[in-house]
């Protein structure tokens, strides 16, 4: 009897709770700025900075997370700075060369080719002429990176396309096929 008393008050206080519920006057909301915020539009000018888009423009001299800066300007006195200078900041643990092959594959080899002999498609269809072999340069791991970083004669940078890692990278497989020739 004392079960049946038990599952009956259950029951009462559920359907107690649950009739005391309008759906057309939810509950008070505490805080309700948290449950329904303002939408804006990203990078719209709005009222809640200073001059519109202010407070969402970086930091003057401000620098990505992870970024560093390469400081070696782009002329011919920059390129001879490089070339004497600039090591690679890869240790041997770092060094893949796998993705080295894979990034040369796939943004020097059309030129240079994939033994770095200056014979890729490109040039053998004549659309570029003069690509240098890599046995014929006197070439270092900083004039490596320098080039694939600003570019030189009619090879157009690679900043935009590769991060400084894997700049790298590429600059430690052109120098495995430099020795291989």
């Keep these: 009897m004392k079960s049946l008393y038990k599952i009956v008050a259950v029951v009462g206080l559920s359907f107690m709770a649950t009739s005391c519920f309008d759906k057309s006057k939810p509950n008070y909301q ?10 804006y539009e990203t990078y719209s ?14 930091a003057e001299g401000s620098i990505k997370r992870g970024f560093v800066p390469y400081e070696i300007p782009n002329t011919t006195e920059g390129y001879a700075l490089a ?26 080899a059309i030129c240079h080719g994939d033994k770095g002999d200056g014979k890729g498609n490109l040039v053998k269809r004549e659309k570029f002429l003069g690509v240098p072999s890599y046995k014929d340069r006197e070439i270092t791991e900083g004039s490596i ?37």
């Excluded at 505490?30 to 939408?39: G, L």
């Design 30 to 39: 505490f805080f309700p700025n948290m449950y329904e915020a303002v939408p």
């Design 45 to 58: 000018e709005h009222d809640v900075f200073k001059n519109g888009v202010e407070g969402q423009i970086p």
């Design 83 to 108: 070339k004497e200078t600039l090591k690679s900041p890869l240790d041997s643990i770092s060094v893949n060369p796998e993705k080295g092959k894979e990034l040369f594959n796939i943004y020097c």
């Design 145 to 181: 990176y320098h080039v694939i970083t600003y570019g030189l004669n009619s090879m157009g940078s690679h900043a935009n396309q590769l991060t400084q890692e894997e700049r790298w990278q590429v600059t430690d497989y052109v120098l495995k096929l430099k020795s291989e020739l």
